[in-house]
């Protein structure tokens, strides 16, 4: 990153008789520092660890009005490397690798006394996952019996099977591995009647990048690199195959699948249009569309995927959301064209790819080459990492009862609360005084803000071992064996998934576990959830509160916004997917959204000089980005009006930053990181989020605040004469 060099301030206190303290501030050709004071600075000791990491993640030969993000993260990038383990490095990362060591020992202890049996379950599980010498054992035996169970052969198909079906293969992988190949069809609320759960059924990836196959020459090393994957895979599992050409087949057909996807630029816009018809209407397809949908047994498909569930689709009454139906109707006439033995193919790649990690190691080493060529991971993951990620992500809610208990302050819980309500009123503040809005869809913004509801921590019930185990009481854990296990647990998910079909939404759902760091935003349910795994330092709990509004004050902020970007705006009070915005304030917005997308479709990183920023895809998360900022330093302003200054914000050995100053650091320094070349690549291609470093830079250089904080002189880099400005 580019390093510029400025001359460093600094201020004499001149004390005069009759006047108390003056700070005068000695100004320098970029850049003016006014001294701040208090007097009582925090001696905490989390100020002490606070003022500490903020000065060391500091370089101060940077002039901030140049480059804040390097002022800010300067310091913190170069101490901070990779490590070989991992392909992006950045705070939330490390809470993470701290979440995991964590989660690790209270898995391992010896004692079960007294812990409900969910929590036992889980504990049997990671023993059952670490035990890699049992999967040598088995070999690839367990695949081969999936395999037959799905209609496949044990080996690579060379040409097509007797009797053949996608329908057959699709269906039930579904239901007993959960895996979507083809399409992909969920039970979820029903997005224009959150009131109730309908099935959806739309395109789903076919196991590659899709931007990366359907830009062969661009991302030829990538394709070259999975080619390579699956030719030794395939190597392992049959040697009489023809490996290569087997590849061929994958990345060919895979290729073909992408060219058929809607555009994620289309499924973002307003134009793309989502399809509900009766299950009937769906098996028999549309008189518009293509003669070859009546080839495929639809009906078949269906029936195989809800087998063994307590729901039976009724063809007239049932309704079906449909999002991808140009997709569907393209898919139809693809699988009607292609030779049968390569649909089979892949299928077959589909399952033996997702189940081959769990058998044996070569495999998983192929994985890592795999990663290391593509994203430049240096080490494998350990073994004990990848099964603790395992059992959180099956028993995610056990173990956030272990960790609630022995690793959150609960008293934390009501501070982050009042944060979030801060924020709610600074962002109500801020919408009585758009200009663009009128005064029927302000109000309705407001109505709508106002039923946010707020999920912070953990559920309360989670404590309960009965409710507890309640949770859990349809999965079992087959210790010693960790294939049969995962179907298991596997096909009881999937089941209580279709199952809710019949059931009315659970509105108080939470969407995360608390042992996840990070933060959400429902548009179906209208929530916010700031799962115990990021209320903790950097993030929170900093000792003074213009490092917590500044930081998860701005992810609050965040979050609340998402309710009003691009795609949140489109949802009412209740979650259901409706006009709400008049014709005059939408075109005034459209206009505003267009100034953000044009302003990160600028902006590119030195390490990939060809890229730039997606400024569309990436539109909701800088909206919101933009947005949770200024609802923050705004929350912030609400908090310091009710609070005596002796409480409030000055560190030791940072006496020359004023509390708004510190605000915008606490910002900056939450998104100091770095990442792999590989890494990288993949987020400017196909991500929603900006690269960390213009996520500080893209939203700082729209805050006036900021620069009148920083005393940013107009037209430096960090406070352009254009700012961006919609909430």
């Given at each position: 990153?580019?390093?510029?060099?400025?001359?460093?301030?600094?201020?004499?206190?001149?004390c005069?008789?009759?006047i108390?303290?003056?700070?005068?501030?000695?100004?320098?050709?970029?850049?003016?520092?006014?001294?701040?004071?208090?007097?009582?600075?925090?001696?905490?000791?989390?100020?002490?660890?606070?003022?500490?990491?903020?000065?060391?993640?500091?370089?101060?030969?940077?002039?901030?009005?140049?480059?804040?993000?390097?002022?800010?993260?300067g310091g913190?990038?170069?101490?901070?490397?990779?490590?070989?383990?991992?392909?992006?490095w950045?705070?939330?990362?490390?809470?993470?690798?701290?979440?995991?060591?964590?989660?690790?020992?209270?898995?391992?202890?010896k004692?079960?006394?007294?812990?409900?049996?969910?929590?036992v379950?889980?504990?049997?599980?990671?023993?059952?996952?670490?035990?890699?010498?049992?999967?040598?054992?088995?070999?690839?035996?367990?695949?081969?019996?999936?395999?037959?169970?799905?209609?496949?052969?044990?080996?690579?198909?060379?040409?097509?099977?007797?009797?053949?079906?996608?329908?057959?293969?699709?269906?039930?992988?579904?239901?007993?591995?959960?895996?979507n190949?083809?399409?992909?069809?969920?039970?979820?609320e029903?997005?224009?009647?959150?009131s109730?759960?309908?099935?959806?059924?739309?395109?789903?990836?076919?196991?590659?990048?899709?931007?990366?196959?359907?830009?062969?020459?661009?991302?030829?090393?990538?394709?070259?690199?999975?080619?390579?994957?699956?030719?030794?895979?395939?190597?392992?599992?049959?040697?009489?195959?023809?490996?290569?050409?087997?590849?061929?087949?994958?990345?060919?057909f895979?290729?073909?699948?992408?060219?058929?996807?809607?555009?994620?630029?289309?499924?973002?816009?307003?134009?793309?249009?989502?399809?509900?018809?009766?299950?009937?209407?769906?098996?028999?397809?549309?008189?518009?569309?293509?003669?070859?949908?009546?080839?495929?047994?639809?009906?078949?498909?269906?029936?195989?995927?809800?087998?063994?569930t307590?729901?039976?689709?009724?063809?007239?009454?049932?309704?079906v959301?449909?999002?991808?139906?140009?997709?569907?109707?393209?898919?139809s006439?693809?699988?009607s064209?292609?030779?049968?033995?390569?649909?089979?193919r892949?299928?077959?790649?589909?399952?033996?790819?997702?189940?081959?990690?769990?058998?044996?190691?070569?495999?998983?080493?192929?994985?890592?080459?795999?990663?290391?060529?593509?994203?430049?991971?240096?080490?494998?993951?350990?073994?004990w990492?990848?099964?603790?990620?395992?059992?959180?992500?099956?028993f995610?809610?056990?173990?956030?009862?272990?960790?609630?208990?022995?690793?959150?302050?609960?008293?934390?819980?009501?501070?982050?609360?009042?944060?979030?309500?801060?924020?709610?009123s600074?962002?109500?503040?801020?919408?009585?005084?758009?200009?663009?809005?009128?005064?029927?869809?302000?109000?309705?913004?407001?109505?709508?803000?106002?039923?946010?509801?707020?999920?912070v921590?953990?559920?309360?019930?989670?404590?309960?071992?009965?409710?507890l185990?309640?949770?859990?009481?349809?999965?079992?854990?087959?210790?010693?064996?960790?294939?049969?296990?995962?179907?298991?647990?596997?096909?009881?998910?999937?089941?209580k998934?279709?199952?809710?079909?019949?059931?009315?939404?659970?509105?108080?759902?939470?969407?995360?576990?608390?042992t996840?760091?990070?933060?959400?935003?429902?548009?179906?349910?209208?929530?916010?959830?700031?799962?115990?795994?990021?209320?903790?330092?950097?993030?929170?709990?900093n000792?003074?509160?213009?490092?917590?509004?500044?930081?998860?004050?701005?992810?609050?902020?965040?979050e609340?916004?998402?309710?009003f970007?691009?795609?949140?705006?489109?949802?009412?009070?209740?979650?259901?997917?409706?006009?709400?915005?008049?014709a005059?304030?939408?075109?005034?917005?459209?206009?505003?959204?267009?100034?953000?997308?044009?302003?990160?479709?600028?902006?590119?990183?030195?390490?990939?000089?060809n890229?730039?920023?997606?400024?569309?895809?990436?539109?909701?998360e800088?909206?919101?980005?933009?947005?949770?900022?200024?609802?923050?330093?705004?929350?912030?302003?609400?908090?310091?009006?009710r609070?005596?200054?002796?409480?409030?914000?000055?560190?030791p050995?940072?006496?020359?930053y004023?509390?708004?100053?510190?605000?915008?650091?606490?910002?900056?320094?939450?998104?100091?990181?770095?990442?792999?070349?590989?890494?990288?690549?993949?987020?400017?291609v196909?991500?929603v989020?900006?690269?960390?470093?213009?996520?500080?830079?893209?939203?700082?250089?729209?805050?006036?605040?900021?620069?009148?904080?920083?005393?940013?002189?107009?037209?430096?880099?960090?406070?352009?004469?254009?700012?961006?400005?919609?909430?």
């Open positions: 990153m580019s390093r510029e060099r400025t001359v460093r301030c600094s201020s004499v206190l001149i005069a008789l009759g108390s303290l003056i700070a005068l501030a000695v100004y320098t050709a970029v850049l003016v520092l006014t001294e701040y004071r208090s007097p009582r600075p925090c001696l905490s000791e989390e100020c002490v660890g606070t003022a500490s990491r903020i000065l060391k993640a500091l370089n101060k030969d940077v002039n901030p009005c140049t480059d804040f993000y390097e002022f800010a993260c913190w990038i170069k101490q901070n490397p990779v490590p070989d383990w991992a392909t992006s950045d705070q939330l990362a490390r809470l993470r690798e701290q979440l995991v060591m964590d989660l690790r020992e209270l898995l391992e202890a004692s079960d006394e007294g812990l409900p049996e969910s929590v379950k889980a504990k049997s599980l990671y023993r059952t996952c670490v035990n890699t010498e049992k999967l040598e054992v088995d070999g690839i035996k367990p695949i081969e019996g999936i395999l037959q169970r799905l209609g496949l052969p044990p080996r690579p198909p060379t040409e097509s099977t007797a009797n053949f079906s996608w329908v057959e293969v699709a269906g039930l992988g579904r239901r007993v591995l959960g895996l190949v083809l399409l992909s069809v969920q039970v979820a029903d997005v224009r009647n959150t109730r759960n309908r099935v959806v059924i739309e395109q789903v990836s076919p196991g590659f990048s899709d931007r990366y196959l359907l830009q062969p020459e661009q991302f030829s090393h990538e394709l070259e690199q999975y080619h390579k994957y699956i030719k030794s895979m395939i190597s392992i599992a049959d040697n009489t195959t023809d490996a290569g050409q087997f590849a061929d087949d994958i990345i060919d895979s290729k073909k699948l992408a060219k058929i996807m809607t555009p994620v630029e289309v499924r973002r816009s307003g134009t793309h249009l989502f399809h509900e018809v009766s299950v009937q209407q769906l098996i028999q397809g549309s008189s518009s569309g293509p003669a070859q949908w009546k080839e495929h047994d639809w009906k078949r498909y269906l029936e195989l995927v809800f087998s063994n307590s729901v039976e689709l009724h063809p007239n009454t049932d309704r959301i449909v999002m991808d139906l140009p997709y569907l109707q393209k898919l006439i693809l699988l064209d292609t030779k049968p033995v390569i649909i089979e892949f299928l077959w790649w589909s399952v033996f790819s997702t189940m081959a990690p769990m058998t044996l190691g070569a495999f998983r080493e192929l994985g890592f080459e795999f990663s290391r060529a593509v994203f430049g991971l240096q080490q494998r993951t350990p073994r990492k990848s099964c603790t990620a395992n059992v959180n992500a099956n995610g809610v056990a173990l956030s009862y272990l960790y609630v208990k022995t690793h959150f302050d609960t008293t934390s819980r009501q501070k982050a609360i009042e944060m979030i309500e801060d924020v709610r600074a962002f109500a503040e801020a919408v009585q005084e758009l200009d663009w809005m009128d005064s029927s869809t302000r109000l309705k913004t407001l109505s709508k803000l106002k039923a946010i509801r707020n999920f921590g953990f559920p309360s019930w989670l404590l309960t071992h009965e409710q185990d309640k949770h859990y009481k349809h999965a079992s854990v087959m210790e010693g064996n960790l294939f049969e296990t995962y179907l298991i647990l596997t096909s009881a998910a999937v089941k998934s279709l199952e809710s079909l019949r059931e009315k939404p659970d509105r108080n759902r939470w969407v995360a576990t608390a996840t760091v990070n933060a959400f935003y429902s548009a179906t349910l209208n929530s916010v959830t700031f799962p115990a795994g990021i209320l903790q330092p950097p993030f929170y709990g000792g003074i509160e213009a490092i917590n509004y500044g930081s998860i004050g701005a992810i609050m902020g965040h609340v916004t998402h309710g970007d691009d795609q949140g705006r489109r949802y009412d009070e209740e979650g259901n997917l409706k006009q709400w915005w008049s005059a304030t939408l075109e005034h917005y459209h206009s505003k959204v267009q100034c953000i997308i044009d302003q990160y479709s600028k902006y590119h990183m030195p390490q990939l000089p890229y730039t920023v997606h400024g569309f895809n990436t539109q909701g800088n909206i919101a980005d933009n947005g949770g900022l200024r609802a923050a330093l705004r929350a912030y302003n609400l908090f310091s009006t609070t005596p200054i002796t409480r409030r914000d000055a560190l050995g940072l006496p020359a004023t509390p708004d100053q510190l605000f915008f650091l606490g910002f900056a320094q939450i998104w100091c990181g770095n990442s792999t070349v590989g890494a990288l690549k993949s987020k400017m196909e991500g989020h900006s690269p960390n470093k213009i996520r500080v830079i893209g939203t700082l250089s729209n805050s006036k605040e900021f620069a009148e904080a920083w005393n940013c002189p107009q037209g430096s880099p960090m406070n352009p004469p254009h700012k961006c400005v919609l909430w």
